[in-house]
Nanobody, 123 residues
Framework: VQLQASGGGLVQAGGSLRLSCTAS????????MAWFRQAPGKEREFVGG????????YYADSVKERFTISRPDAQDTVFLQMNSLKPEDTAVYYC?????????????????WGKGTQVTVSS
């Protein structure tokens, strides 16, 4: 499975962006999907994840109520809608997927990674 994240850019604080993660080379709808981010000088961190069916989603406390992950039926794409963006959301955002989801959204449990997309939020 190959993943490709896109949709990043420069936005003012309080604004919105929607990131996309498009998959190819596999049966996409069998995989749980996750978003991670890495800010300059910091470790990569979990942002949110969504089950293979799209029925359940999970978020880091820092983005709850502001970010929403979705995966429309019959599309090989997962979206990360980011609202009320803050300067501290500035990071490179990555999409990732585990080969088999075992209940952990840990970075080390992800088997497939897309190249990141830069999100910059200005104050």
């Amino acid at each position: 499975v190959q993943l490709q994240a896109s949709g990043g850019g420069l936005v003012q604080a309080g604004g919105s962006l929607r990131l996309s993660c498009t998959a190819s080379g596999g049966i996409f709808n069998r995989y749980a999907m996750a978003w991670f981010r890495q800010a300059p000088g910091k470790e990569r961190e979990f942002v949110g994840g969504i089950s293979w069916s799209g029925g359940r989603s999970y978020y880091a406390d820092s983005v709850k109520e502001r970010f929403t992950i979705s995966r429309p039926d019959a599309q090989d794409t997962v979206f990360l809608q980011m609202n009320s963006l803050k300067p501290e959301d500035t990071a490179v955002y990555y999409c990732a997927a585990p080969r088999v989801f075992r209940g952990s959204w840990s970075e080390k449990d992800m088997d497939f990674w897309g190249k990141g997309t830069q999100v910059t939020v200005s104050s």
